[in-house]
């Protein structure tokens, strides 16, 4: 008989592990975690990125950037651009590569809660939301509508409580507002209000940043202490691809830049219309104009926190409309993602993007595939990557629940294999073999590994037919509607009621409704 020793048998095992499942775990106990770093998948060789860069450099000396406003020839000129007869801004290689010397590295986007803080470094990967879609998506009904400012507010909270969901960047326009200033106040409202999370936003217009500061530096409780722990980023979209400044959002950026706001320099060419067909030359052009964004704003403010933001998207050929779900868009953001470690700079770029106007089955493959690449990639920031639909036209609260429990599968598939000497001792199956029950069921291994090792979705059904007939067959939407409710229906409101008095009236803002109904009620 053999000496090994036996594994003791547990009664109630599977209500154990149940009812472990349900107590929600220590964040740094969980299987995932904002920050996994990535890095694992790598579409382009090395010798493949040394070609892109050079490439790139040859682009920015060669044919240069349009458009530049007073204010960026003076900047870019005086650190050593030149500004050719045809007005193009040129940069020289050196010019480039002493920028890069000066540029931001390992920076923290912090959150109002410093356990939201995110440290953009390396490989590490966080998810989040973007997308400034112009409509809503009702799942049940079909509709699209235009959002408004409680549509955004909403959208904060949920990210409040998504635990796979690491920061929120503005996923809808708030199409009640006519006035720039307004929409601009009351898009950083409704967001701040919404979650203590990392809140990205744009800015319509220049004039519109110092507003919309002071709000933001009384909600931090001073210029100073915002400035030491800058929770708002400005997605700044410098460039109109391909290879023109954008004057506005300049002047912008350079606003953001003196409030102490960190930027996410952003390019957003679309392969086959406004960037190269070839998804190789697309990434050139993109890492181009990035690069550009690099040189303005350490010539203005040397080793300024930016995001390098290559966001090219996709065209479908036959049609010339983006297609934001396709393979090649997964690959342009993971070849991105491998030019941002190149460089050694924090790096943000689009992933998770449906062009299904529902969240479906083609909604539910074109947001994983994406979103799958950009985590295995390494990519430190991947914007839009739930929610999204319709090629970023439109959002859906629903498919923003259901994408929580999908990017904790993601962040598994990042997180990789834990290769550790006490898992490949042979102890444990000798246990179980020789002297066990067969099986591993109950054993103390299985029941420590349960939370840490393995992930378990919120929402997703993994009952069998049987169970799920005899549980009334519930469906994956239901259960969003659901989640989503039961979170809107208690009060989530991020700014203190005295503070909010303040803000509302110093700013004339619009009340926010601080519980919402059941979705239908």
């Known amino acids: 008989m053999s000496d090994a020793p036996k594994t003791r048998r547990r009664s109630g095992g599977r209500a154990a592990r149940t009812a472990a499942r349900s107590q929600k775990l220590d964040a740094s106990l969980r299987p995932v975690r904002p920050g996994l770093p990535g890095g694992h998948y790598k579409p382009l060789s090395e010798p493949d990125v040394i070609r892109i860069h050079e490439a790139a450099l040859a682009a920015l000396e060669e044919i240069g950037f349009a458009s530049a406003p007073p204010s960026a020839v003076e900047i870019l000129t005086g ?21 890069l010397g000066k540029a931001a590295r390992g920076i923290t986007l912090h959150g ?116 030491e722990r800058p929770f708002v980023s400005n997605s700044n979209c410098f460039v109109v691809p391909p290879l023109t400044f954008a004057e506005e959002s300049c002047e ?15 390019s957003a060419g679309q392969a086959g219309a406004t960037a190269p067909a070839p998804i190789a030359t697309a990434v050139v052009q993109a890492v181009a104009e990035c690069l550009a964004g690099v040189v303005y704003v350490n010539a203005m403010a040397p080793g300024y926190p930016a995001i390098f933001g290559t966001w090219p998207f996709v065209s479908d050929l036959r049609t010339g409309a983006m297609s934001g779900g396709s393979g090649e868009q997964a690959l342009l953001t993971a070849a ?29 493959w074109e947001q994983a595939i994406s979103n799958v690449m950009a985590g295995l990639s390494g990519l430190n920031m991947v914007y839009e990557a739930a929610g999204m639909h319709a090629s970023l036209m439109g959002f859906c609260l629903e498919s923003l629940v259901l994408g929580n429990d999908m990017l904790g599968q993601v962040q598994r598939c990042v997180r990789g294999v834990d290769v550790r000497d006490e898992f490949l001792s042979i102890d444990v199956m000798k246990s179980v073999i020789l002297g066990g029950p067969g099986h591993y069921l109950g054993h103390d291994q299985t029941l420590q590994l349960m939370q840490s090792e393995y992930i378990y979705p919120e929402l997703a059904d993994r009952s069998s037919p049987k169970e799920w007939i005899e549980n009334g067959q519930p ?15 208690r ?31």
């Not at 909010?500 to 009620?521: K, N």
Request: aromatic share 6%; with cysteine; net charge negative.
């Open 475 to 489: 469906m994956l939407l239901n259960n969003a509607r659901a989640r989503k409710d039961a979170i809107l229906g």
């Open 112 to 227: 109002r809660d410093p356990a939201h803080d995110l440290l953009l470094e390396g490989t590490n990967t966080h998810f989040g939301t973007a997308g400034a879609a112009v409509h809503m998506v009702d799942p049940f009904t079909y509709v699209y509508r235009d959002p408004q400012m409680q549509d955004l507010y909403n959208s904060a909270r949920l990210v409040q409580e998504l635990d796979n969901v690491h920061f929120f960047q503005r996923n809808v326009v708030c199409r009640e507002f006519t006035d720039n200033l307004e929409l601009d106040l009351h898009t950083l409202y409704a967001a701040c209000s919404g979650t203590t999370k990392h809140v990205g936003t744009s800015f319509t217009e220049a004039a519109n940043v110092g507003p919309c500061l002071e709000m933001l530096y009384e909600i931090a409780g001073g210029e100073a202490a915002f400035r």
């Open 252 to 266: 912008v950026m350079e606003a953001c830049i003196r409030g102490g706001m960190p930027v996410l320099l952003l």
């Open 79 to 99: 650190a050593g651009a030149v500004q050719g007869e045809d007005g193009r801004i040129r940069f020289p290689r050196a010019l480039v590569e002493e920028m």
């Open 336 to 364: 991105c993602s491998q030019m941002h470690q190149h460089y050694g700079l924090p790096g943000g770029a689009a992933a998770g993007i449906a062009d299904s106007k529902l969240p479906d089955m083609q909604a539910g």
């Open 491 to 521: 009060d989530g409101h991020q700014i203190d009621d005295a503070l909010d008095a303040r803000l509302r009236e110093r700013f004339a803002l619009r009340a926010l409704e601080r519980i919402t109904p059941p979705s239908g009620g």
